[in-house]
């Protein structure tokens, strides 16, 4: 058994190194697209990423606290900071008919007297705060402060996602603001000079928070960071099930020059023979897709990209390998069986490949597309693959998190096999 | 003892109007060798399919050496060798890495098996092209090539259909004189098909001839001339007995 299945292995691979356009087929032209795509694409996904926001802000206060604000959004990177309109000055009337007609984001106002309003309430927290401690304070010396708004003006069609966030934002930069000059007033009433700098803001901020791991569990999926770690795995994936066509192609060209039936009346088990191919073109895939990853690690960042990254667990990202080898392989030998002609096969096995990647979010990550595909998608053994890999390099996940999806790939290629063997014991009459 | 036994032999392929089979009988016996000859479409391919396991009959019995083609189909497969009648060889690989792959596939390697395919690249005169690719052979190296894959594994038994189809008369000279010394020297029983009503008279011990299903004769060469009236050879007797329109399936 041993002599015949390493026999047909051998007998394969003699086959396919001779068959130029199979191999230009199998890994020329999978190189050239994921490069092709990933250079395509990385604009749009550069767009996403990197996404500026259009924003008038009105500063109505012209004081040294609103300007802190004013620079505060500058120093944001999300944000575009407009002051004029066409070399014209802005004022509130202005800013909101321009954030209606969509030219802007979104308008912020600050009101008249905020400076003067955060620096008494300063004073005034201080104050109290010495006095309950038994210190000499005028804690009576402030004058009564009424609630001042700084005014955010959104687009009509902004999203209420959107508008929470950018209301955080704000909220976070005016308490920041609020807090310095609390300790600023407070090391003046305390008599500390300036510049001994006893207590400095960014001295107490000992917790700052960052954004880490773009992660989106809206849909159960992860955002992808860019084109490179988007294309490299999709069109990976796409050109093994590209397989189908050199494999089913060898089926077919078996059935037609005879000999297929050749093995046939060879004793032993065809099966054997059958699982000889399989394992040889499983074996293709997974150099195919060994030679995608070295790609997407060392020849992106030639053109410019970013090098791709595998997340944590190789071994998993081996098993998940295999399991879409095995899936595309065995996809390619019930093709080879079902049909009785190449163009046949080659039709429909291309064909369907390119709807299963289309509706697999080979193409663009399936949560861009509308709800019905991604329906349908959640179906297709590309997308299972693409999931499975996605785990592993965006959210660093290891072998028990993709174990669904390897098992899914593993369920479809033993139906696979199972119908190919029932077509094939069908035509024998 | 008959090696080949063939009892009520039916088939009807699928879809198909007319059964191609129509009630075959049919004792070889061993160490001969048997012609099996009719017009196109007389259903020998059909009768040799089911000998060798690619067609399952309709209904009717044949075993082969003792064994039931039925259930002993595996058995079967190791002892006899088969050279069907179209070209069954792998066209990408050369002379060499057929032949290797199929004895890989009855059991066989290593140098025995190098010997052995050497030894027959040889005897068929193809030790010079045994490197090249089959794609790239005549019609008559391809034949000779499908005769050598039948034999690798010494089978006790060889069936041949048309081997001496559409090759020259320097080849079709080679292969007779093959089958010829082949069955004296090993004893190896042959059954084989051809429309070379000359060249199977004069290799023949034995023969049949079939047309629509039906066995119409059988006996050695001379007592089937010798029956017929007003026959002088084999291909007289063909034409008395089958007809002379031609067949249009
Ligand atoms: N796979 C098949 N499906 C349907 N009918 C078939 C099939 N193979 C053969 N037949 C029919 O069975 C009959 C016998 O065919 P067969 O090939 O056995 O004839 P043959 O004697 O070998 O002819 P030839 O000398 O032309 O090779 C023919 O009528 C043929 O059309
Ligand atoms: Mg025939």
Redesign the interface.
């Known amino acids: 058994m041993w002599l015949r299945l390493t026999a047909t292995i051998k007998k394969e691979y003699l086959t396919l190194s001779r068959d130029k356009a199979g191999l230009a087929l199998l890994f020329f032209m999978p190189l050239t697209l994921i490069i092709l795509m990933a250079l395509i694409q990385d604009a749009p996904f550069k767009d996403y990423q990197e996404l500026k926001f259009d924003i008038i802000v009105l500063d109505n206060d012209q004081k040294e606290i609103s300007q802190q604000l004013v620079d505060g959004l500058k120093k944001t990177k999300k944000f575009s900071v407009h002051t004029t309109y066409k070399e014209k000055e802005l004022n509130e009337v202005h800013a909101k008919k321009l954030v209606n007609q969509g030219k802007f984001q979104f308008a912020i106002v600050i009101p008249k007297g905020t400076s003067l309003q955060v620096q008494n309430n300063s004073n005034k927290v201080v104050a109290k705060l010495l006095n309950s401690l038994g210190m000499p304070s005028d804690t009576n010396a402030f004058t009564e402060s009424h609630a001042l708004y700084i005014e955010i003006i959104f687009d009509p069609t902004a999203k209420s996602a959107f508008k929470i966030a950018i209301n955080n934002a704000m909220e976070k930069l005016v308490a920041g603001i609020e807090t310095e000059m609390v300790l600023k007033s407070m090391s003046q009433q305390l008599g500390t000079a300036e510049n001994d700098n006893g207590l400095a803001f960014d001295q107490i901020r000992s917790i700052e928070v960052k954004e880490k791991a773009a992660i989106d569990k809206s849909n159960g999926l992860t955002m992808i960071t860019n084109s490179v770690q988007h294309n490299v795995p999709a069109w990976t994936i796409f050109a093994m099930f590209f397989i189908v066509i050199p494999l089913g192609g060898t089926i077919l060209k078996e059935r037609e020059d005879g000999s297929l039936m050749r093995l046939k009346i060879m004793p032993g088990s065809y099966t054997i023979l059958l699982l000889g191919k399989v394992l040889f073109y499983v074996g293709v895939c997974f150099v195919q897709f060994i030679l995608m990853m070295l790609v997407g690690i060392f020849t992106m960042p030639l053109f410019g990209l970013p090098s791709l990254q595998l997340g944590h667990s190789y071994f998993a990202l081996m098993v998940i390998a295999i399991a879409i080898a095995f899936a595309a392989t065995s996809y390619g030998m019930l093709i080879g069986t079902i049909f009785k002609t190449p163009s046949q096969s080659l039709t429909f096995g291309s064909v369907s490949v390119v709807l299963l990647s289309a509706v697999g979010g080979i193409w663009v990550p399936l949560y861009v597309m509308p709800l019905v595909i991604q329906k349908i998608g959640a179906f297709s053994p590309l997308y299972w693959g693409l999931n499975g890999i996605n785990d592993l390099f965006l959210r660093h996940e290891g072998l028990l998190f993709i174990l669904p999806q390897v098992l899914k790939l593993l369920g479809f290629s033993a139906l696979c096999i199972f119908l190919a063997q029932w077509f094939e014991k069908k035509s024998f009459q | 003892m008959s090696i080949v036994a063939i009892h009520g032999l039916y088939k009807t392929?699928?879809d198909a109007l007319e059964p191609s089979l129509n009630g075959i009988s049919l004792e070889i016996p061993t160490s001969i060798i048997f012609g099996f000859l009719g017009p196109n479409g007389a259903g020998k391919t059909t009768t040799l399919s089911i000998l060798?396991?690619?067609?399952?009959p309709s209904s009717g019995k044949a075993s082969i050496l003792g064994k039931d083609i039925a259930t002993e189909m595996?058995?079967i497969?190791?002892l006899i060798g088969?050279v069907?009648q179209?070209?069954?060889?792998?066209?990408?690989?050369t002379a060499t890495?057929n032949l290797?792959?199929?004895g890989?596939?009855?059991?066989l390697?290593g140098k025995a098996l190098k010997d052995k395919i050497e030894h027959y690249l040889d005897i068929f005169g193809l030790t010079n092209n045994a490197h090249k690719?089959v794609s790239q052979y005549s019609g008559g190296m391809k034949r000779r090539m499908n005769l050598i894959?039948g034999i690798l594994h010494d089978p006790q038994l060889l069936i041949l259909d048309e081997p001496t189809a559409g090759v020259d008369v320097q080849s079709r000279k080679m292969i007779s004189d093959f089958l010829k010394s082949y069955n004296k020297n090993a004893g190896i029983t042959i059954l084989y098909t051809s429309h070379m009503l000359d060249e199977a008279e004069k290799l023949c011990d034995e023969i049949a001839i079939i047309d629509h299903g039906r066995i119409l004769l059988q006996g050695t060469p001379q007592s089937l001339i010798q029956q017929q009236e007003k026959c002088h050879s084999l291909e007289e007797v063909f034409i008395q007995i089958t007809g002379r329109s031609v067949r249009d399936n």
């Open positions: 392929y699928k060798c396991g690619l067609v399952k595996q058995e497969k190791q088969v069907p179209d070209i069954a060889l792998f066209p990408s690989l890495e290797t792959y199929f890989n596939l009855y059991g390697k690719r894959a």
